[in-house]
């Protein structure tokens, strides 16, 4: 199985900060890795695919970046809706697997 | 554009069944693999299985392989995950994802709560 570390797993920020998350694969992933955003009692909602497409109606200041096993999503400019936990995860190869998440929260 | 509607919460006893639906729209529903995953309460997110609704070609995590069936019904686009031997382990939210290889993003459902409780 390939792993997903994430890091950090939780950072505080202020409002205007600019964020960014790791995720590493423990092999590499062809790119095939997305990046979702979950507040509390939601479900996820994607963000990024293919390490670097942004999904349809996410705003700009979400980007993805990386390649091979190296991984980064960054938040140009935190806003207060932007306080949630974030994930990674591979769809390279089965079983999908998923980084263990990093909360945002405010400073 | 995609939608993927989720069944309403079910409460099971232990060594129960539970089968929860997914019924996809907005898009051509033999395309595209029908992923699920659950998430525990206070926990991370798990991937449990997939299946193509085209052949109804599944594969599932080891983990809940003899337990865990996925199946289909082309004519109201629907996708089911029954998983079986219900343990109190198995109370979480399950997902159903969709859109991986479509090139145009990723879709989640709003998730059904199962509860498995004496």
């Known amino acids: 199985d390939i792993q997903m570390t994430q890091s950090p797993s939780s950072l505080s920020a202020s409002v205007g900060d600019r964020v960014t998350i790791t995720c590493r694969a423990s092999?590499?992933?062809?790119?095939?890795l997305a990046w979702f955003q979950q507040k509390p009692g939601k479900a996820p909602k994607s963000l990024i695919y293919a390490a670097s497409s942004l999904q349809s109606g996410v705003p700009s200041k979400f980007s993805g970046s990386g390649s091979g096993t190296d991984f980064t999503l960054t938040i140009s400019s935190l806003q207060p809706e932007d306080f949630a936990t974030y994930y990674c995860q591979q769809y390279s190869s089965y079983p999908l697997t998923f980084g263990g998440g990093t909360k945002v929260e405010i400073k | 554009q995609v939608l993927l509607v989720q069944s309403g919460a079910e409460v099971e006893k232990p060594g129960a069944s539970v089968k929860a639906s997914c019924k996809a729209s907005g898009y051509t529903f033999t395309n595209y693999y029908m992923h699920w995953v659950r998430q525990a309460p206070g926990q991370g997110l798990e991937w449990m299985g997939r299946i193509l609704p085209s052949d109804s070609n599944t594969r599932y995590a080891q983990k809940f392989q003899g337990r865990l069936t996925l199946t289909r019904d082309t004519s109201t686009s629907t996708v089911y995950m029954e998983l079986s031997s219900l343990r109190s382990e198995d109370t979480a939210v399950y997902y159903c994802?969709?859109?991986?290889?479509?090139?145009?993003?990723?879709?989640w459902g709003q998730g059904t709560l199962v509860t498995v409780s004496s």
């Open positions: 092999q590499g992933i062809n790119n095939k």
């Open positions: 994802i969709t859109g991986y290889s479509s090139g145009n993003g990723i879709e």
